[in-house]
């Protein structure tokens, strides 16, 4: 519902726009960035609609929450949303591999520290990791990857160390399945798939772009080499 929200408004800003109108600011801040680079343009769009859809998904587990007695963490679900309006304006500004660190770090110190005052390892929301990974994977350059895939591993270790050694004391884990661990399961399962899915569409255009490019490269050495061959027997 948020991203066909989001898309409408992108159309009728971009209808106005052609028309002659002079769009509100404000407004302008419902349709993902436009750069130069179109490749920066659509990495920006897949992580605008990322964010738009992870503080989304944040509300409604924090409302979930907040109706089931988690108070703590709805409101550290709440702040990590307000994290992400900051991360939602470095995007803006065009720091795209910046933006897309912070919002994964973001993702990651909100996830443990509702971990940690949960169920620790054990709880549901713990299939956050390697759903950060595998979007790290896909977003992130070499560098910003091994930054994230470590802060992860640390954030895992602090978890099941905390609990071994008494850092934290954990909630104890409940033997029945409760409607808030549906919600978070299929909240997390929905943005993963979304922030895949959009990725791996990303991957194949650009592939699909870069094997056009070599096909017309060929194309124009053929016809070069053509020409040369024509003006030497001439």
């Given at each position: 519902?948020?991203?066909?929200?989001?898309?409408?408004?992108?159309?009728?800003?971009?209808?106005?726009?052609?028309?002659?109108?002079?769009?509100?600011?404000?407004?302008?801040?419902l349709?993902?960035?436009?750069?130069?680079d179109?490749?920066?343009?659509?990495?920006?769009?897949?992580?605008?609609?990322?964010?738009?859809?992870?503080?989304?998904?944040?509300?409604?587990?924090?409302?979930?929450?907040?109706?089931?007695?988690?108070?703590?963490?709805?409101?550290?679900?709440?702040?990590?949303?307000?994290?992400?309006?900051?991360?939602?304006?470095?995007t803006?500004?065009?720091?795209?591999?910046?933006?897309?660190?912070?919002?994964?770090?973001?993702?990651?110190?909100?996830v443990?520290?509702?971990?940690?005052?949960?169920?620790?390892?054990?709880?549901?929301?713990?299939?956050?990791?390697?759903?950060?990974?595998?979007?790290?994977?896909?977003?992130?350059?070499?560098?910003?990857?091994?930054?994230?895939?470590?802060?992860?591993?640390?954030?895992?270790?602090?978890?099941?160390?905390?609990?071994?050694?008494?850092?934290?004391?954990?909630?104890?884990?409940?033997?029945?399945?409760?409607?808030?661990?549906?919600?978070?399961?299929?909240?997390?399962?929905?943005?993963?798939?979304?922030?895949?899915?959009?990725?791996?569409?990303?991957?194949?255009?650009?592939?699909?772009?870069?094997?056009?490019?070599?096909?017309?490269?060929?194309?124009?050495e053929?016809?070069?080499?053509?020409?040369?061959?024509?003006f030497?027997?001439?």
């Open positions: 519902l948020l991203y066909l929200t989001w898309k409408t408004a992108d159309v009728l800003i971009h209808r106005k726009e052609s028309e002659g109108y002079k769009m509100d600011t404000n407004l302008n801040w349709r993902s960035p436009k750069f130069e179109e490749d920066k343009t659509r990495v920006a769009g897949i992580i605008y609609i990322m964010l738009l859809v992870i503080f989304a998904g944040s509300l409604v587990i924090s409302i979930t929450n907040f109706l089931v007695g988690s108070v703590g963490t709805a409101f550290a679900l709440l702040g990590g949303n307000l994290l992400i309006l900051n991360v939602i304006w470095i803006r500004r065009g720091y795209i591999q910046t933006a897309a660190s912070a919002l994964l770090l973001v993702l990651l110190i909100t443990t520290y509702i971990l940690q005052a949960e169920a620790g390892i054990h709880d549901v929301g713990s299939i956050t990791y390697p759903a950060l990974i595998v979007i790290a994977s896909l977003l992130l350059n070499r560098r910003n990857f091994v930054i994230i895939t470590t802060c992860t591993i640390i954030c895992v270790a602090i978890l099941t160390l905390g609990e071994l050694w008494g850092w934290f004391i954990t909630k104890p884990i409940s033997r029945e399945a409760l409607p808030a661990d549906l919600v978070t399961e299929v909240v997390i399962l929905t943005i993963t798939a979304i922030a895949v899915g959009m990725l791996a569409d990303h991957l194949r255009s650009s592939l699909a772009q870069a094997r056009q490019e070599i096909s017309e490269r060929r194309s124009a053929q016809s070069l080499r053509d020409s040369e061959v024509k030497r027997n001439i």
